[in-house]
């Protein structure tokens, strides 16, 4: 399975730039950052949590990380704030928009001080008949969360624990992947979400591990990884949220206080030379799960 995790943005001047070519008789899924978007100043301490919304086509942020921090923002795919409005919450961290166009949001606290998932309206009101389920135990600190159409099923994240939970709709523990267990070590996940073209996971990994973005199938296989790090200079990836419809990827870089944005696209074998800022990235499974050969060379220009 490709891998691409060293290949850096490309920046005027440049000497020389190493591209990776693929050969494969299928077209390789290609990642290609477009920009980012500051959120400082007005998403305070975060941005955490992220999700795209596909009845407004507008994004959801938490600010999350500590008792207190109970707001959740609407902006523009473009960075224009949108509204803003505090809930009745503790610590969010963690947001999604399920198939009825409500938010769902994780607590990220103890049960035993209010902590779980908990439905709300987009206008910050509790949906008391809704999604509402008590992960600890297992999960004490539920960083984000999201609802797999395909499975009927709800993802929980746990960084403390360094699992990835699922759930069913009762509360039911149905399955726990430990992220450590993968080869190599998964630390400090953060942000998830999936990707319905293929139904794996997309997860987000902070800077207190690998600044990284990985691609998991349900059964906790790796199947890509990516050092955003090093195409973005962005450091803390948190949240991580797709329009489907456009394959736009969108993450929340908390210490960094911006959103950066993705564009998941099917590319030709070879990766073509950059020719602007845009940092290109080629693998094979984010979004594909292509069987691939690879070939590197070094070209200069």
Do not use: C, W
């Not at 206008?123 to 499975?151: Q, R, Y």
């Not at 996940?189 to 996971?201: A, R």
């Not at 073509?272 to 979004?287: I, K, N, R």
């Amino acid at each position: 399975m490709f891998r691409m995790k060293n290949l850096l943005m490309v920046a005027a001047p440049v000497v020389a730039i190493t591209l990776i070519e693929l050969v494969s008789t299928l077209p390789a899924a290609a990642v290609s950052f477009i920009r980012s978007f500051s959120t400082s100043g007005i998403v305070t301490n975060g941005p955490e949590g992220i999700a795209f919304d596909p009845f407004s086509g507008n994004l959801f942020l938490s600010n999350g990380d500590g008792k207190g921090q109970n707001t959740i923002y609407e902006f523009t795919t473009s960075g224009a704030l949108i509204n803003s409005f505090k809930i009745s919450l503790d610590d969010v961290r963690g947001v999604d928009v399920l198939p009825n166009g409500n938010l769902l949001l994780s607590n990220s606290i103890p049960a035993n001080e209010g902590g779980g998932l908990f439905e709300y309206t987009k206008t910050g009101l509790p949906v008391k008949s809704g999604v509402n389920l008590i992960v600890d135990p297992p999960s004490s600190d539920a960083d984000s969360t999201v609802f797999h159409e395909s499975t009927g099923t709800i993802f929980v994240v746990d960084d403390v624990d360094e699992k990835i939970y699922e759930f069913a709709l009762d509360g039911k523990l149905l399955n726990t992947i430990n992220t450590l267990a993968i080869n190599p070590a998964f630390k400090e996940p953060e942000g998830i979400t999936f990707d319905p073209s293929t139904g794996n996971l997309l997860i987000a990994g902070d800077n207190q591990g690998s600044r990284s973005l990985y691609e998991l199938t349900l059964a906790g296989e790796l199947v890509d990884v990516i050092n955003v790090e090093e195409v973005t200079g962005l450091t803390d990836p948190e949240g991580i949220t797709l329009d489907p419809a456009t394959r736009t990827l969108y993450v929340a870089f908390d210490s960094d206080e911006a959103v950066g944005v993705f564009s998941l696209d099917d590319a030709p074998a070879s990766v073509p030379e950059p020719t602007t800022g845009l940092g290109v990235l080629a693998f094979g499974a984010f979004g594909a799960g292509l069987l691939l050969k690879r070939k590197q060379k070094q070209t200069t220009i």
